[in-house]
């Protein structure tokens, strides 16, 4: 029995000593020499360079409100020319047919307006042909009456001016008419001429209703106008309302920004590597396509002021979505012949810097000056050498 518990305290005592070398061995680094990249580390994200936005469009002169009977799904892949999203094209045909109806009767109106005129000309030439022969009538009597009394040739010319005032009377009233009967006529042709261009507007307006793409992309539905929900079937749709969007995804772009601090680090045209917060181990090559020339706080009332930058990205991949959330990396400057750590066995202490060497079972506090940085490594110089382990600043306490 008592070797027994002898050889069970032997493996709890090997176990023990097996967990602390493995927990040290896990949680000791190296110093390393030889080239460093210093970097800056931005997050952003993802958004199409090339996006297609659809807004809801007044159809004509009528229409500024449709409702929605057909609606391409949230995420679906699309190509350039596809149907997206289908308005209700009933309210346009009642108004064609409406119109159609109309235009059958002003187009009669305008029919019996010209047998009108035409009688109403033929009536007036009559009584214009009456008058002429009136009036040639009394111009011969006055000729005949010359040599009659004074009393009768005064009968006869009045009569003669009354024939011809009668006469310039039928002439004036046919001018009139003529210019009267010519507006109703023009009149009455605009109202057709309307009714016309209104259908052939309607009918044009038919196939509009069928929102098309004109990119390849994905489709996104918007939100409705004051809500969090996406629009859906049978949803009503006020002119200026956003619809979705279209994004290409074969050209992406990161919309990030960079501390003041290092504006001078970064400049157009520099490589940036971006990962995916999703995917961090992936490195998807890019280059700064832009910086804004002026500062702003990062949020309102911050304190922290940052530029605007977008990062293109140099391939496309189908792991790349809109809204995703990566970070940059932008890559300002490489070093050679340097000794560098990781970031987690620095430590800041009374205004000094300072790392944790390990020797022979050892820890040595060593007191080093730090360069350049990245995402991970920090430049250091002071009385180190290359391959010393170097143990992580939270893992101190374990130690002891």
């Known amino acids: 029995m008592i070797a027994k518990n002898k050889y069970i305290i032997i493996l709890i005592v090997f176990a023990s000593l097996l967990v602390a070398c493995n927990k040290n061995e896990k949680g000791s680094y190296k110093i390393e020499y030889g080239d460093f990249v210093q970097t800056v580390t931005e997050t952003g994200e993802l958004e199409a360079v090339n996006v297609r936005s659809f807004v809801m469009p007044r159809f004509g002169r009528y229409w500024y409100q449709k409702r929605i009977i057909?609606?391409?799904?949230?995420?679906?892949?699309?190509?350039?020319?596809?149907?997206?999203?289908?308005?209700?094209?009933?309210?346009v045909m009642r108004f064609i047919l409406d119109r159609e109806t109309r235009i059958e009767v002003e187009k009669a109106n305008l029919e019996k307006i010209k047998v009108d005129i035409d009688n109403r000309r033929s009536d007036y030439q009559s009584t214009l042909r009456s008058e002429q022969a009136s009036f040639d009538l009394k111009t011969l009597e006055v000729e005949q009456f010359r040599f009659e009394s004074d009393r009768a040739r005064e009968i006869k010319?009045?009569?003669?001016?009354?024939?011809?005032?009668?006469?310039?009377?039928?002439?004036?009233?046919?001018?009139?008419?003529?210019?009267?009967?010519?507006?109703?006529?023009?009149?009455?042709?605009?109202?057709?001429?309307?009714i016309e261009r209104e259908i052939n507007a309607a009918i044009e307006v038919i196939p509009e209703l069928t929102i098309r793409t004109p990119i390849s992309g994905i489709f996104q539905i918007a939100n409705k106008h004051r809500s969090r929900d996406q629009l859906q079937l049978g949803d009503q749709v006020t002119m200026g309302n956003r619809l979705g969007n279209?994004?290409?995804?074969?050209?992406?772009?990161?919309?990030?920004?960079?501390?003041?601090?290092?504006?001078?680090?970064?400049?157009?045209g520099q490589n940036v590597n971006v990962r995916l917060d999703a995917l961090?181990?992936?490195?998807?090559?890019?280059?700064?396509?832009?910086?804004?020339?002026?500062?702003?706080?990062?949020?309102?009332?911050?304190?922290?002021?940052?530029?605007?930058?977008?990062?293109?990205?140099?391939?496309?991949?189908?792991?790349?979505?809109?809204?995703?959330?990566?970070?940059?990396?932008y890559i300002s400057a490489q070093l050679s012949d340097v000794y560098s750590i990781p970031l987690q066995c620095l430590m800041f202490e009374d205004d000094r810097h300072y790392i944790f060497i390990e020797e022979r079972g050892n820890i040595k506090k060593t007191e080093v000056i730090p360069g350049p940085t990245n995402n991970t490594h920090v430049?250091?110089?002071?009385?180190?050498?290359?391959?010393?382990?170097?143990?992580?600043?939270?893992?101190?306490?374990?130690?002891d």
Not at 180 to 185: G, V, Y
Not at 379 to 399: A, T
């Open 280 to 329: 961090p181990d992936v490195v998807f090559e890019g280059k700064v396509a832009s910086m804004s020339r002026l500062c702003r706080p990062i949020t309102w009332g911050a304190r922290r002021k940052v530029f605007d930058v977008e990062v293109e990205l140099l391939v496309s991949d189908e792991r790349l979505k809109p809204g995703m959330t990566v970070s940059c990396e």
């Open 70 to 91: 057909g609606l391409l799904e949230h995420g679906e892949n699309v190509q350039a020319g596809d149907s997206i999203i289908q308005f209700d094209p009933a309210d």
């Open 157 to 194: 010319e009045l009569e003669f001016e009354q024939a011809k005032i009668r006469l310039e009377k039928v002439k004036r009233s046919i001018e009139h008419y003529n210019i009267i009967s010519e507006k109703q006529l023009q009149i009455q042709q605009i109202l057709v001429d309307r």
């Open 379 to 399: 430049v250091v110089e002071g009385n180190i050498e290359r391959g010393q382990k170097v143990i992580p600043v939270n893992e101190l306490s374990n130690l």
């Open 246 to 268: 279209v994004p290409d995804l074969s050209i992406m772009k990161v919309v990030t920004v960079i501390n003041e601090a290092d504006f001078l680090k970064v400049s157009p």
